[in-house]
């Protein structure tokens, strides 16, 4: 079998990339972790027994970042719930998931968005998993949590942010 040749030249070199030309960007999940997790049911075994209506739920989300390096973050999901029943808690739970992203080549104006809104998004399917399981192994149904609108959430805390600025002198 013959091999191709190209006639005895050099193969063109591809250039480096110039200094000038951007690097590619870059976004990738290093790590996610459970930080911290706490569940109560504190009237076991009553709280267990069939309810004749559905409890009051209520869940707090929050999302905090923190820049460990020029290119990696933390970025914390803490969720905070409560379900409740004539004004007793039947179950409670705190949990905050991490996870750790590296972001390199991304324009500044997107990083706030990518860390407030996509890191968040793809850290909560496994948050809500943790808690579903941790409700049923509790005694209790499911809690399957809706999804969350990141977008909204990030939207609601930079209008508190700009209403809390004091502003610009001209």
């Known amino acids: 079998m013959a091999t191709s040749t190209n006639g005895g030249q050099t193969p063109p070199?591809?250039?480096?990339?110039?200094?000038?030309?951007?690097?590619?960007a870059q976004f990738r999940i290093l790590a996610q972790y459970t930080k911290d997790f706490s569940f109560e049911n504190p009237?076991?075994?009553?709280?267990?027994?069939?309810?004749?209506?559905?409890?009051?739920?209520?869940?707090?989300?929050?999302?905090?970042?923190?820049?460990?390096?020029?290119?990696?973050?933390?970025?914390?999901?803490?969720?905070?719930?409560k379900a409740e029943l004539n004004a007793q808690t039947?179950?409670?739970?705190?949990?905050?998931?991490?996870?750790?992203?590296?972001l390199q080549g991304i324009p500044p104006e997107n990083v706030g968005p990518l860390i407030m809104i996509e890191c968040p998004r793809l850290l909560f399917p496994f948050a809500r998993e943790i808690i579903a399981s941790a409700v049923v192994s509790g005694g209790f149904p499911p809690l399957l949590l809706d999804p969350?609108?990141?977008?909204?959430?990030?939207?609601?805390?930079?209008a508190q942010g700009q209403q809390t600025q004091p502003p610009a002198q001209a």
Do not use: C
Not at 148 to 158: E, G, H, M, N
């Open 13 to 24: 070199v591809t250039p480096p990339p110039s200094p000038q030309q951007p690097a590619q």
């Open 43 to 81: 009237r076991a075994p009553q709280s267990m027994s069939q309810q004749s209506q559905a409890p009051n739920i209520n869940v707090q989300i929050n999302v905090n970042p923190k820049q460990l390096s020029n290119t990696d973050f933390e970025v914390e999901l803490k969720l905070e719930g």
């Open 90 to 102: 039947l179950f409670a739970f705190d949990l905050t998931y991490a996870g750790v992203f590296h």
């Open 148 to 158: 969350i609108d990141f977008v909204s959430l990030y939207q609601q805390k930079a």
